[in-house]
């Protein structure tokens, strides 16, 4: 964990590096400390039917979820969600210079016994890092 979903106002497509945001919500991520690499997901989601505050067809928005596993304190998450809102924040200072644009991150901590998951990447990264040294 955590699974990171970007979603973003199909408006902005021409104005928008969708992939250069998604690499800085990943990497925001995992500049926390609080999250392992082979846990970490990230992807961004276009949204097509949209209408925000006066229905302004210029008007976009991002928003970023962070899915994160049960047991971080909330003083750890708040710190989390600070860190990524911030990277994300400066990503798109030139867009908000440039046109009117809203901006959230929710951090959302997944059941604890209704989560269910089956992953070998932690291994996989563990085997690289030793085949690497």
């Given amino acids: 964990m955590p699974h990171l979903f970007v979603e973003y106002s199909g408006n902005l497509d021409a104005v928008l590096d969708v992939d250069a945001l998604v690499t800085t919500v990943h990497e925001a991520a995992l500049a926390t400390g609080l999250f392992p690499v082979g ?5 961004a989601v276009r ?3 949209y209408r925000i505050a006066d229905g302004d067809p210029d008007n976009g928005f991002v928003h970023v979820v962070a899915r994160i596993g049960h047991g971080r304190t909330e003083a750890q998450r708040k710190s989390a969600g600070e860190q990524m809102f911030a990277a994300v924040s400066t ?3 030139p867009l908000f210079a440039t046109r009117p644009l809203a901006l959230s991150l929710e951090i959302q901590e997944l059941d604890p016994v209704l989560n269910f998951k089956r992953n ?9 890092r030793g085949s690497a040294a």
């Fill in 120 to 128: 070998n990447l932690h291994e996989r990264l563990a085997a690289k």
């Fill in 47 to 49: 949204r097509e039917r």
């Fill in 91 to 93: 990503h798109l200072d």
């Fill in 39 to 43: 846990g970490t997901r990230t992807r």
